[in-house]
Structure formats: structure tokens, C-alpha cells
């Protein structure tokens, strides 16, 4: 999946490339201007990545959270985090850390914090293609 900020300058790639055992290795490609960093790594959880993609699928919709209001999700291996809220006019905006970043392999790592603004619509497009490439990989 790739979530792409509306000015088309930033975006974060994350693709599922294995699955082992219940850890699932990542390909995380982050995009600023023309700023890149690589990472794979076991970085979910099976579970975790599920939960990823639906909490995706959900955000631009969830009226439990207020207008602007933050919701978070963490996991276990600590390499990603991820924040988001929905904005009035159907946009959402995120914050992704992803930690242990490389220019390109074999160079020193880097944290990188992004944020984006996108419209719901591709938020929702990027968890289905997110939970498809997991069903892809369990099969």
C-alpha cells in the first residue's frame, strides 16, 4: 500500500513481503520531497497488521472519535507507529514513525517521522490493498 500526502511531495510505502511464523516483514519505503529511506524488517505481527489495515479502513469514518481528534495505534516490535484523525470536508490526516531507516542498505539508520494529508477515499483504498497483500501472503 501507499499512502501518498495530497501535494503529491510525501508519501510512506509499507508492503508485506513474508510472513514468518506470526511475524510479518515489512518493505517500508518513505518518500519527503527528495528525501528516501528503506527499511525491511519483521516489524508486525499477523494480528497486528490485520489491525493495521482495519483501523485504516475505519478512521476517515469513525464518529466516535471527535472532528479532528487523534486516535494512535503502537505495536509490539516498536519500528512503526502510526496516528491519525479524520478532518471536516473528507480528509484525514496521518503522523507515521518508522524507526531504524536506511538511505541505502549498508548506511547508518534513521528514525523518520512523517505526516500527511490525504483524502478518506485513499486512506480506505490503502487498507484494502494493505489487507489484500496479507491474505496474499497467508495463502
Given at each position: 500500500?501507499?499512502?501518498?500526502?495530497?501535494?503529491?511531495?510525501?508519501?510512506?510505502?509499507?508492503?508485506?513481503?513474508?510472513?514468518e511464523g506470526d511475524l510479518v516483514t515489512v518493505e517500508a519505503t518513505v518518500v519527503d520531497g527528495t528525501r528516501r529511506w528503506i527499511i525491511?524488517?519483521?516489524?508486525?505481527?499477523?494480528?497486528?497488521?490485520?489491525?493495521?489495515a482495519a483501523w485504516l479502513a475505519g478512521l476517515p469514518g469513525d464518529l466516535t472519535l471527535g472532528a479532528e481528534e487523534w486516535t494512535s495505534?503502537?505495536?509490539?516490535?516498536?519500528?512503526?507507529?502510526?496516528?491519525?484523525?479524520?478532518?471536516?470536508?473528507?480528509?484525514?490526516?496521518?503522523?507515521?514513525?518508522?524507526?531504524?531507516?536506511?538511505?541505502?542498505?549498508?548506511?547508518?539508520?534513521?528514525?523518520?517521522?512523517?505526516?500527511?494529508?490525504?483524502?478518506?477515499?485513499?486512506?480506505?483504498?490503502?487498507?484494502?490493498?494493505?489487507?489484500?497483500?496479507?491474505?496474499?501472503?497467508?495463502?
Amino acid at each position: 500500500m501507499i499512502l501518498a500526502d495530497e501535494d503529491g511531495g510525501r508519501s510512506v510505502g509499507i508492503r508485506p513481503s513474508a510472513i514468518e511464523g506470526d511475524l510479518v516483514t515489512v518493505e517500508a519505503t518513505v518518500v519527503d520531497g527528495t528525501r528516501r529511506w528503506i527499511i525491511t524488517a519483521p516489524m508486525l505481527r499477523l494480528d497486528e497488521a490485520n489491525d493495521f489495515a482495519a483501523w485504516l479502513a475505519g478512521l476517515p469514518g469513525d464518529l466516535t472519535l471527535g472532528a479532528e481528534e487523534w486516535t494512535s495505534l503502537t505495536f509490539s516490535k516498536r519500528t512503526l507507529s502510526v496516528s491519525g484523525r479524520r478532518i471536516p470536508g473528507g480528509m484525514v490526516e496521518l503522523r507515521l514513525a518508522v524507526l531504524g531507516m536506511r538511505v541505502t542498505p549498508g548506511t547508518a539508520t534513521t528514525d523518520v517521522v512523517l505526516g500527511l494529508r490525504l483524502p478518506a477515499a485513499d486512506v480506505q483504498l490503502a487498507a484494502l490493498d494493505l489487507s489484500t497483500e496479507l491474505s496474499r501472503l497467508g495463502e
